[in-house]
């Protein structure tokens, strides 16, 4: 966020759009040489979930997502969405980890800690519309199982912020 935030700053949002495009294409580029071709990227390798294997890796869903986010929303919400994405649901992963729920979504800890920091980054960027949004990002963590959650998370709290920005401020 600090490098593209330096892009748009110094350079505009074409070269931002480029750089953000130049990696999105990198990563999937990454992922087809391990799902198709069998290679073992040494990067990739330690972060890599056996189902990964087959398909997108969740870093460029996360990337994705973040993208998508960015380009369809107004700044403010993209960002808190997409930090949603990245605090909220390492702290879910963290409170998985220490409680022995592993990678059950849908335990109380995981929830909570899900919501807790996803509050805590709605609140300061939003107030209650944070808020909302903080809710749909917990419940895209728990409750999507099919589709990774690093493009749910982050597109449906973001939807959510958007709408409410559009109808109450």
Known sequence: LVGAAFILHNHGAEPLDLALASVLVALVLCDVL?????????????WQRPHEE???HTATL??????????LFVLPVAL???AMLVYGDAAAALAGMWTGSGRR?????RVGAMFLASAIIGWLVFGWIGMAMALVATLAECLVTRIDDALTIPLLAGL???LLVMFFL
Request: proline share 5%.
């Open 54 to 56: 087959q398909g997108l």
């Open 62 to 71: 996360a990337f994705l997502g973040s993208v998508i986010a960015y380009k």
């Open 105 to 109: 979504k849908r335990t109380l800890p």
């Open 80 to 82: 808190a969405a997409i």
């Open 160 to 162: 959510a912020g958007q």
């Open 34 to 46: 391990i799902a198709d071709y069998g290679f073992s990227l040494p990067f990739y390798h330690r």
